[in-house]
Nanobody
Framework: QAQLVESGGGSVQPGGSLKLSCAVS????????LAWYRQAPGPENGRERIASITTHNVTNYTDSVKGRCTISRDNAKSTVSLQMTSLKPEDTAVYYC????????WGQGTQVTVSS
C-alpha cells in the first residue's frame, strides 16, 4: 500500500512561483511512473493530470501548464517534485501526486492559491 504526502503549497500572487514536493512510500519507487494532478475549486471540477515522469525521466505536461511547470524525481529519496512558475489565478487548486495510472489511495494534497 503506497503512501503519498504532498507539501509546498501556499498563496502567491500571479506571476509567482512555488515548488511542490511529494514523499512516496512504496517498494521500488524507481519502477513507477509518477504524476501530479490537481483539482480546481467547485463540484464541477474533477481531478486532472497535469504532469508525469516515467522511469526513464521522460516528462509529459498538459497544455495549460506546459512551459511553466517542471516535474522531476529523486529515486534515492523516493520523492517527486513540481516546480511551478508564472502562476496564474486559474492554477488555484489542490495539488496531488500519485502514480500514472493513479492508485486508488490519494494523499491529502497541498493547496495552491494564486490571487492578487
Amino acid at each position: 500500500q503506497a503512501q503519498l504526502v504532498e507539501s509546498g503549497g501556499g498563496s502567491v500572487q500571479p506571476g509567482g512561483s512555488l515548488k511542490l514536493s511529494c514523499a512516496v512510500s512504496i517498494f521500488r519507487f524507481s519502477s513507477y511512473t509518477l504524476a501530479w494532478y490537481r483539482q480546481a475549486p467547485g463540484p464541477e471540477n474533477g481531478r486532472e493530470r497535469i504532469a508525469s515522469i516515467t522511469t526513464h525521466n521522460v516528462t509529459n505536461y498538459t497544455d495549460s501548464v506546459k512551459g511553466r511547470c517542471t516535474i522531476s524525481r529523486d529515486n534515492a529519496k523516493s520523492t517527486v517534485s513540481l516546480q511551478m512558475t508564472s502562476l496564474k489565478p486559474e492554477d488555484t487548486a489542490v495539488y496531488y501526486c500519485n502514480f500514472h495510472p493513479p492508485y486508488p489511495n490519494w494523499g491529502q494534497g497541498t493547496q495552491v492559491t494564486v490571487s492578487s
